[in-house]
Each structure stands twice: as structure tokens, then as C-alpha cells.
């Protein structure tokens, strides 16, 4: 398929300005292709199912290690300054706000960002240079549907999965904390730790997540669909799959953080 | 060295299957291919010969549509390539076999399931037994039953680029497109592929077009011959005939073939 812009041979601005823009001209065509594509026959749910296991399996015990050690540590970090002004019993609420608004989804989408999105930039960009790309293509599979649009499907499912997995092993590792502490029950602590939380942060939570998702899934198979250049450019693919993912999933946070504020305000 | 020894199967010089007019192709200030012209006729095997970076790939992937030429027409089947629409291409793609270079295997896959793949993507009337039956076939035709559950990082060279042209022949092509089979083995090695793409062309009766820079592969499954010359062909025909000029860069492809 021809959808990728060749570079002209003279510069329009400088040989970096005008590279970029056709870069993001590119980016541009691949993601309008994608809902193109996303949404028409044939689906290949069993490679969507795959693939999900896929990225669950290879993510799992470092989100759970993670999300655990943050929720500990977050826990034992902020007890004294609330004991300052007697707000121990605060502890929770402030745990899930945190959590749950914030470093639930953004860990995740970071540890995702390294490893999924650059194990997906290298397999597709390991499938392009040694032709089993073309080689599908030639079998009369559209390999931007069974390759692309499959696994940006179940990076979309997966990651707010794997979001709210995280958020609910770092409260319990918060629990632990305040458990060792106070004799609190954990019934209790969750209840005060979910009064905190409205509709509206659940669900900007999980909208954030497949957000998340999405630029990941989609910015590590734009880089390995069109990796070049052999064995280097798989690592350059995979390598800045992960760079620029975890760029934007930052710019996004800020982004959506600020449109959640604006729908609370109104 | 043996000639291609049997010519049992029927060439039909009335029928093109594929017809190349005038094609150009370029990358950047690359001038590739610069007024190709060929036609094959049904069952028959043409080889082209060229030197490295000729454009011999090049020209081929124009005939899957996998690249398309900047001018020019190249008719396959009876359709025009570059003005298919996607879904027709692919209809196309099917009746058209292609061996890659450097094989292409999936390496995620097992060898059975590169083989099922493009029979579980197309046919999908086919129930798991007939699948596993056609697996059996080719598997067979290429000599490599034993390798079924084997991954193809397990397997040489040689038997990766016996897969490649299996998983092409599992779909009945009527048009076999093999880039270097013989390239980077050893003479056994390339003398049972060629002997394999003789057995293809009579079992199927298919037209194949044949890169490679192997005389030996040439002579032995050469019908015609095609030599790719700063992106034109200069001659076409058989072997003797093509290398019977005085032109002096097929004299010197030759002698560096026989002679080093
Ligand atoms: N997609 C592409 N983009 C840019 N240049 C290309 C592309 N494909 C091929 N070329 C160039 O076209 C020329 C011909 O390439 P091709 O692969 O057809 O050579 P070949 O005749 O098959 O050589 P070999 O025998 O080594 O395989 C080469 O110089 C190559 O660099
Ligand atoms: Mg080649």
C-alpha cells in the first residue's frame, strides 16, 4: 500500500523542519488509516485476545511491584506531615485521590511505554525489514489490519485493565501500610478511601488509560511498520517507540488533567 | 552440469500471462528500471539474470503491486496491476506466487503455521483436515515432512528457502515469482531447487519467472532466458542464444559464472 509520503528532493524550510513535518504528516496518515481500518471486517479477534494476553503477561509483575511499592511507600511518605496537623485518618482519601486521578494510569502507561510499545516496535519492525510484511501482503493479508490494528485494539483494552489493576494493588499496599500503623479494617479503610473518588475521577481515569493505550499502541507499530535500514533500524524503531510515547503520554496527562478540572468546574 | 533434461509440459506461446510494456521505475535520483519489456507464456519458466542492484526485485515486486511503477503497463493474468482496487489486487495476489530473497518466513510461527496461514486467511471454507492435508502435500513436494513443528530460526538456510517456496505453492499459484531460490547454497542444495522448480512448472503446470545471478540454476530450469541490463532487457532467449553474443557484459556474466 502506498500511503507513505517519499521526501522531496528540495527542502521547502531546512532539511530538519521539513523531515518533521513530513514525519508527522506520515503519523497522520497511518492513525486516519487505522480508523479507517479499525472499525471494517475482518476483526482477527483471536490476535486482539492474543495480544492482550500478550501485553498482561509481559507487564504484570513489574506493575504489581510497582503499583505495590507506591502505594507503600506514598503511604509511609505522607503519614507525617498529615500527623502535623492531626489528619492521620485522612490517609486514605489522599492514597486513592492520588491514585486513582494520577499515578494508577500514568504508571502504568510508563511501564507499558517500555515495555510493550518498544516489544511491539521491534517485532513489527523486525516483520518489515526481513519482508514478512511484504510476505503477507503478497498472501492477500492486509497486514495493517492483522498486525496494526490488532494490536493497538489490545493496547486500547488492556492498558485501562492493567490501570486499574495497578490503582487497586497500590491501595492494598497503602492498607498494609496504615495496618501496621492503626488497627483499621480494611472494609473501613476502603470505604473512606472510595468517598473520596467521584464518578467523574473513575472515569477520567480510565478515558486517561485508553488514551494511554491508544499512543502507545499506535506510535509502536507506526515506528516498526515503517522501520528501514536492517537490523538498526529495529532497535531505532523499538527505541523510539518507547521515547516518543512516554513524550506524549506526559503531554496528554497535563492535557486531560486540565479539561477534567474544567467539566468539574461547570 | 545437466540441461534442463525434460520438457514434458506444454508451453503455450498463444497465451501471455504476464506482459511488461515500457516500464519505468525510479527511487529518488535512482533510475532503476528504464523500458522493461517481457512477456511469459503460459508454462513456461523464464529466468532473469542480472547483477546485483539491477533492479530484478525491484521488478517483480511491481508484479504483486507491492511497489508501482512510475510509468508503463504490467499486465498480469489479464488485469491491469497498478489499476486494481485493493480488494481486487488481492484476488490476483492469490493466483500469483512469491518467493522472497531472503525467504520471509514468520518467525513467531511455527513451520506449519506459516503454511496454514494464508490458507486460514483465504480459503475459509476449508475445514482443519483439508488444511492439514494440503500441509502435508507441499511439505512433501519440498521434501520436508519431518520439520512440521519446528520453528524456522531452527531451520538452514536452505530448508527456510524450501518453506518460502512451499508456503507459495500451498495456494495452487498459476503464476510462481521466485526471487534468488538457489542464492547463498550449496551446489547440492541448489541443485535440488532447481529440480523442485522443475517439478512445480510439470506438477502445476505453472509459469514461474526465475531471478538469480546462478548459471547453473539457469540451464537447468531455463525455458527462455531474460538479461537484465542497465534496466532494460538486452536479450531474450534461450540460453544458448543469449549467451552466444559478442555483447561484452553477458560475455563476462558468463565467464564469471564458469570460469572462477
Ligand atoms: N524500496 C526501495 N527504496 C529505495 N531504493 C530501493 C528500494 N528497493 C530497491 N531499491 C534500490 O533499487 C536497486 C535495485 O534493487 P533490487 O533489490 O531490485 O536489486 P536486485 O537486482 O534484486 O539485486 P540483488 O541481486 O542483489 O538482489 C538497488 O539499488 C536498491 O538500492
Ligand atoms: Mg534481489
Known amino acids: ?266 | 552440469m545437466t540441461e534442463k533434461h525434460y520438457i514434458q509440459h506444454t508451453i503455450n506461446k498463444e497465451e501471455k500471462v504476464i506482459s511488461i510494456r515500457e516500464v519505468y521505475k525510479s527511487f529518488g535520483d535512482l533510475h532503476v528500471l528504464r523500458g522493461v519489456n517481457l512477456d511469459v507464456y503460459k508454462g513456461e519458466n523464464i529466468v532473469v539474470l542480472g547483477r546485483s542492484g539491477t533492479g530484478k526485485s525491484v521488478l517483480i515486486k511491481l508484479l504483486v503491486g507491492l511497489l508501482k511503477q512510475d510509468r508503463g503497463t504490467i499486465n498480469v493474468l489479464g488485469q491491469e496491476v497498478s489499476q486494481l482496487k485493493a480488494k481486487e489486487l488481492d484476488a490476483l495476489r492469490l493466483r500469483v506466487g512469491f518467493s522472497f530473497q531472503n525467504s520471509a518466513l514468520y518467525d513467531s510461527m511455527n513451520i506449519r503455521q506459516n503454511l496454514e496461514f494464508p490458507l486460514v486467511m483465504n480459503r475459509k471454507q476449508l475445514t482443519p483436515k483439508e488444511i492439514g492435508l494440503l500441509v502435508d502435500e507441499v511439505l512433501d513436494a519440498v521434501g520436508l515432512k519431518d520439520k512440521k513443528e519446528q520453528l524456522p530460526s531452527d531451520l538452514s538456510g536452505g530448508q527456510r528457502k524450501r518453506i518460502g517456496i512451499a508456503r507459495t505453492l500451498i495456494l495452487k499459484p498459476e503464476i510462481m515469482l521466485y526471487d534468488e531460490p538457489t542464492s547463498g547454497l550449496d551446489p547440492i542444495t541448489s541443485a535440488e531447487i532447481n529440480e523442485l522448480i522443475n517439478e512445480v512448472q510439470e506438477r502445476y503446470n505453472t509459469s514461474s519467472i526465475i531471478i538469480t545471478h546462478d548459471l547453473t540454476c539457469a540451464k537447468e530450469t531455463a525455458d527462455r532466458v531474460a538479461m537484465l541490463l542497465d534496466g532494460m532487457f538486452v536479450s531474450v532467449g534461450s540460453f544458448e542464444e543469449v549467451f552466444a553474443t559478442q555483447e561484452e557484459r553477458i560475455q563476462s556474466f558468463y565467464n564469471y559464472n564458469f570460469t572462477k
Open chain 1, 1 to 266: 500500500m502506498f500511503f507513505t509520503r517519499s521526501r522531496p528532493k528540495r527542502y521547502i524550510f531546512s532539511k530538519g523542519i521539513d523531515d518533521t513535518l513530513i514525519g508527522v504528516y506520515n503519523a497522520y496518515l497511518f492513525v486516519a488509516r487505522f480508523f479507517k481500518e479499525a472499525f471494517t471486517k475482518p476483526f482477527h479477534f483471536r490476535v486482539v485476545v492474543d495480544q492482550c494476553f500478550e501485553i498482561g503477561l509481559r507487564s504484570l509483575t513489574l506493575i504489581t511491584l510497582t503499583g505495590f511499592v507506591t502505594g507503600v511507600v506514598f503511604t509511609k511518605q505522607s503519614r507525617p506531615s498529615l500527623e502535623v496537623f492531626g489528619a492521620a485518618s485522612w490517609l486514605p482519601s489522599l492514597i486513592s485521590i492520588a491514585l486513582v486521578r494520577a499515578l494508577g494510569s500514568l504508571v502504568t502507561a510508563l511501564i507499558c511505554a517500555g515495555k510493550v510499545g518498544s516489544s511491539i516496535g521491534a517485532e513489527l519492525g523486525s516483520m518489515r525489514v526481513t519482508e514478512q510484511i511484504d510476505a503477507m501482503e503478497v498472501s492477500a493479508v492486509n497486514p495493517f489490519k492483522y498486525l496494526v490494528v490488532t494490536r493497538v485494539w489490545a493496547t486500547v483494552i488492556a492498558v485501562p485493565i492493567l490501570s486499574l489493576y495497578c490503582t487497586t494493588v497500590g491501595l492494598l499496599g497503602s492498607y498494609l501500610n496504615v495496618h501496621t500503623h492503626e488497627d483499621t479494617s480494611f472494609i473501613s479503610f476502603m470505604e473512606s478511601a472510595f468517598e473520596a473518588i467521584s464518578f467523574i475521577d473513575l472515569f477520567t481515569a480510565v478515558a486517561k488509560s485508553v488514551v494511554f493505550g491508544f499512543t502507545i499502541g499506535m506510535i509502536g507499530t507506526y515506528k516498526g511498520f515503517n522501520a528501514s535500514q536492517g537490523t538498526r533500524g529495529v532497535g531505532r524503531a523499538a527505541n523510539q517507540a518507547v521515547v516518543l510515547s512516554m513524550f506524549l503520554i506526559f503531554i496528554e496527562e497535563i492535557v486531560i488533567v486540565q479539561i477534567s478540572n474544567w467539566i468539574k468546574f461547570f
